[in-house]
């Protein structure tokens, strides 16, 4: 009952979900958890929003009221949002954008790293990011454009670069936990690996009984959005994925 209550109210918010606490406020704990393809992302009492040019700023800490903050033009083909220790890593149709968060919730600029032009969620630790790219029906992917996961050493924030790079097959959204990687590959289904080591990263899992766009871990509970439902898997013994829910959604 409380598991699919937790799936229940998530549908509330779900690309992007809160909680604020003035205290802390980049702290990881009150960072929205959102899928990989979400648009936008709640840390501490701020709100950011990206579109296909700009990432946008909101101060929230005051209830019922939204103060827009700053407007930050970054280019071309924004696709994804994803937060973590006091960054915003942006997904782009042509790489990946890093943003430090400053005091007052202003974004400001750290680095980018640069690929080739394809449809590219982003997830990250505090060691490596995390991108697939996707080529195979991806209208804006361009000439040399491949599906592939690629391995991002991001120790140093300030000049991140490709570790290891493996071949998909039209790879979506991603998610992140430990060093457990949950992918979604569409129609082919989910697929989960241990990346412990960047070098050799093992597949543990795939699981081909439903479409897989997005997922959200939330601490031995995932969440895979499909085109048509969601499905909550138990992951918490990782050997043993089993389904506990479906919603349908859409027509």
């Known amino acids: 009952?409380?598991?699919?209550?937790?799936?229940a109210l998530l549908l509330t918010a779900l690309w992007s979900c809160a909680e604020s606490d003035s205290e802390a406020a980049f702290s990881d704990s009150n960072t929205g958890t959102g899928g990989s393809l979400a648009r936008f992302t709640i840390v501490g009492d701020y709100l950011y929003t990206v579109d296909n040019t700009t990432l946008n700023s909101f101060d929230i800490s005051a209830a019922g009221e939204i103060k827009p903050r700053e407007s930050i033009l970054v280019g071309e083909g924004v696709e994804t949002i994803f937060p973590l220790s006091g960054f915003l890593f942006l997904g782009t149709r042509s790489g990946m954008l890093i943003y430090r968060i400053q005091q007052g919730g202003v974004p400001q600029f750290v680095s980018n790293y640069q690929h080739v032009v394809s449809c590219d969620p982003v997830v990250a630790n505090n060691e490596y990011a995390y991108v697939t790219l996707r080529a195979s029906d991806c209208r804006e992917a361009g000439p040399g454009a491949a599906d592939l996961l690629e391995i991002i050493d991001i120790s140093n924030i300030t000049n991140p670069?490709?570790?290891?790079?493996?071949?998909?097959?039209?790879p979506f959204g991603l998610g992140l936990d430990g060093q457990t990687l949950f992918l979604c590959e569409g129609a082919g289904g989910l697929k989960v690996f241990d990346v412990a080591n960047p070098q050799n990263i093992q597949l543990l899992h795939h699981l081909t009984n439903f479409n897989a766009i997005d997922v959200i871990p939330l601490d031995g509970l995932l969440l895979v959005i499909g085109p048509d439902r969601i499905v909550q898997l138990d992951y918490t013994?990782?050997?043993?994925?089993r389904v506990i829910s479906e919603i349908s959604i859409g027509v």
């Open 237 to 241: 013994n990782i050997d043993d994925i």
């Open 1 to 7: 009952m409380a598991r699919n209550l937790i799936t």
């Open 161 to 170: 670069h490709v570790v290891a790079s493996y071949g998909m097959d039209s």
